[in-house]
């Protein structure tokens, strides 16, 4: 096992202070270097105020909305395996999924329920930093990405709804795109434009899946990247009251 | 007028009494402190040259002399520029020489401390931890859930086959009860369109700086009658609303509701 740790090998993966190359024992050093040397982590600073730890100021929605885009994004992922958004194909793919694939129904349940815990999720995030007032200055323009996301968190949950194929899909879309219709001025172009025709039909479902799994966790990636880089950069989460 | 620090009024208080009794105590000190000053000052002048510039020594000298003609009562600012320069300097600095406050600057007002020192924590294990927990317990959830309730999964999409009644997904349900009150346009459009335009300018449109709630009675009151206009509504919309999108009570009829 020494031989291998102290290959050059081992020792190019694991940057130096890495658990992996020592192993860990408590220090003001090893606690920086468990988020300086990891990816993931290092969406952190090393130390945060005190109180930005307190679970009763943030309740973790942010970063459980964040939680929950990943766990969505694993599951989707596996769904996508399974599918094939054409009117002809959709439900029976849904179907043979919940019926044929190992833990198929599991895994599109688990992706209907957290996509609706999302939307609760990044709504009560909302509320929390306005009563917080954590929007004020130098905030304010993250309050701004922020409401973008939660309007795209909508979207995505809106455009995934229709891919089932089932009467609940095609007649809550046929609700919603109805009402995007009555949009002033250019109304009946919204509705050609997200429908792919003046019907609801194998074309919507193609448009909505393309926006679904890929352009809309798209766009939401890079204001989620402004998102977090911007607490940062204002300082850190909102002081205590 | 900047705030004189206690310890150098002290000093100046100290300077001047000592100044005051050599004034009463010898009368041979006594020309040398009144007349005399206008002739001995340039002596020193000639030999502290090339050390002190010439405009501080005009200025010294002007002080000193408002300070002989003001007698006993000198402004309080007078005295902190005079009071150190007794009649009979003192050698009071390193090299034997004579020190004199030329001002008096309040701290904050050259250098400006940025970096208060604030109570941080490391983000590993402190943060970390937390993250980790309500990550798990959401997984948890999630999985538990799903293994006791499905996803609902209705027969296929039929054009022909209208539900009664159809409703949008829960969180438009909001609009749709808009929907039973107004022009579509109106509640598809123009009230969601205006609500969320406000909610983006929020912080451009609410100026009060403070953050503590009994500063922030309005915002709060109104944020919150927003919330709760469209939690009502959606909760209408989702629980109370039956065949032909009629008002009914779910315990009467039943749930007409499907997430």
Not at chain 1, 138 to 150: A, H, T
Request: glycine content about 8%; overall charge positive; proline content about 7%.
């Amino acid at each position: 096992m020494n031989d291998v740790q102290g290959s050059q090998a081992w020792s190019s993966i694991f940057r130096p202070g890495s658990i992996f190359r020592k192993g860990y024992s408590d220090s003001p050093r090893n606690r920086s270097y468990v988020i300086m040397n990891s990816v993931l982590y290092h969406l952190h600073p090393v130390k945060v105020k005190r109180h930005a730890v307190k679970v009763s100021y943030t309740l973790c929605l942010g970063g459980l909305s964040f939680f929950l885009f990943i766990l969505l994004t694993v599951t989707g992922i596996f769904l996508m395996f399974f599918y094939r958004p054409t009117a002809a194909q959709a439900w029976d793919d849904i179907y043979v999924l919940q019926t044929s694939v190992t833990f198929g129904l599991l895994v599109r349940n688990m992706h209907r329920w957290a996509a609706h815990l999302m939307v609760i999720t990044v709504f009560l995030h909302m509320a929390r930093v306005f009563y917080h007032g954590a929007y004020k200055p130098p905030r304010e323009f993250n309050w701004v990405v922020g409401v973008i996301l939660l309007t795209l968190t909508l979207l995505l949950s809106f455009t995934g709804y229709l891919l089932p194929w089932d009467q609940l899909a095609l007649w809550a879309v046929t609700v919603g795109t109805n009402m995007m219709g009555f949009t002033p001025v250019f109304g009946d172009q919204v509705r050609f434009v997200l429908l792919g025709g003046v019907e609801i039909g194998t074309d919507t479902l193609l448009r909505w899946y393309v926006l679904h799994v890929l352009m809309l966790p798209f766009v939401l990636v890079i204001f989620l990247a402004v998102h977090f880089w911007r607490v940062r950069k204002d300082g850190g989460i909102s002081g205590p009251l | 007028m900047a705030e004189v620090p206690e310890h150098l009024l002290k000093r100046a208080q100290e300077a001047r009494e000592r100044a005051e009794a050599q004034k009463g105590g010898g009368d041979a000190a006594a020309p040398e402190s009144s007349g005399g000053e206008s002739s001995d000052a340039p002596a020193p002048e000639s030999s502290g040259g090339p050390k002190i510039p010439d405009h501080l020594l005009d200025r010294s000298k002007s002080a000193r002399d408002q300070a002989a003609s003001g007698g006993a009562a000198p402004a309080a600012a007078a005295a902190v520029a005079t009071a150190p320069m007794p009649a009979q300097p003192e050698p009071t600095g390193p090299g034997g020489g004579t020190q004199r406050l030329l001002t008096v600057v309040k701290s904050g007002s050259i250098q400006d401390v940025k970096a208060t020192p604030t109570d941080k924590v490391h983000v590993w294990p402190h943060l970390l931890v937390v993250e980790f927990v309500a990550a798990l317990i959401f997984t948890a959830f999630t999985l538990i859930f799903s293994i006791f309730v499905n996803a609902p999964l209705l027969e296929l999409a039929n054009f022909n086959e209208t539900p009664n009644p159809s409703k949008a997904p829960w969180y438009f349900l909001g609009l749709q009860e808009l929907l039973t009150m107004f022009h579509p346009m109106v509640a598809g459009v123009t009230i969601p369109g205006i609500a969320l335009f406000l909610l983006i300018l929020a912080p451009y449109i609410d100026r009060n700086p403070s953050k503590k709630p009994e500063d922030r009675k309005f915002a709060i009151s109104l944020m919150t009658l927003h919330l709760m206009f469209w939690a009502i509504l959606v909760l209408i919309g989702s629980f109370f609303r039956g065949p032909g999108f009629n008002f009914v009570f779910p315990w009467e009829v039943g749930l007409f509701f499907d997430l």
